[in-house]
């Protein structure tokens, strides 16, 4: 699947993540999500695992930097890298201990370009003005690049 969405509501972003979650499932792969603050990375996250049968419990890693779920026998892991503060910080979490191991969901991936692994699935999320004269949405623009991966 590849294009761009324009998502208006937290409605759109929620089929856009069952989207994600059909076409990659559970299978090992590392999705990127790339945007400003508050843009909706981790509720998108928090979508896509709900499509896939985890209970509404999936926490912000926003200051605790990653978290990590066991879901019927799959390994799930969801970081932020916002707060990253170095390479030695990068390597503490243990992010590539679950490389082809896990889905692994990290937001700000630019933060540790210098250490982040490649992404299998590429979210960029960018919010726009709306044109003059249209409704204005709180919400992003979704530009849906690449993702590819295997049902789960």
Request: with cysteine; glycine share 10%; net charge positive.
């Amino acid at each position: 699947m590849k294009g761009t969405r324009r998502i208006q509501d937290l409605t759109a972003l929620d089929g856009l993540a069952q989207d994600c979650a059909r076409a990659v499932g559970l299978a090992p792969a590392i999705v990127h999500l790339k945007g400003p603050l508050g843009v909706g990375k981790t509720t998108f996250v928090r979508f896509w695992l709900r499509h896939l049968g985890l209970p509404d419990t999936v926490r912000s890693p926003s200051f605790t930097l990653i978290e990590c779920y066991d879901w019927n026998g799959q390994k799930i892991v969801h970081t932020d890298l916002f707060r990253l503060r170095g390479a030695r910080e990068f390597e503490n979490l243990g992010l590539r201990d679950y490389v082809g191991d896990a889905l692994i969901f990290i937001e700000w991936p630019e933060r540790g370009e210098w250490a982040t692994p490649p992404p299998d699935v590429f979210l960029p999320l960018n919010t726009r003005k709306p044109d003059a004269g249209s409704p204005s949405s709180p919400l992003p623009c979704l530009n849906l690049r690449n993702l590819q991966g295997g049902s789960g």
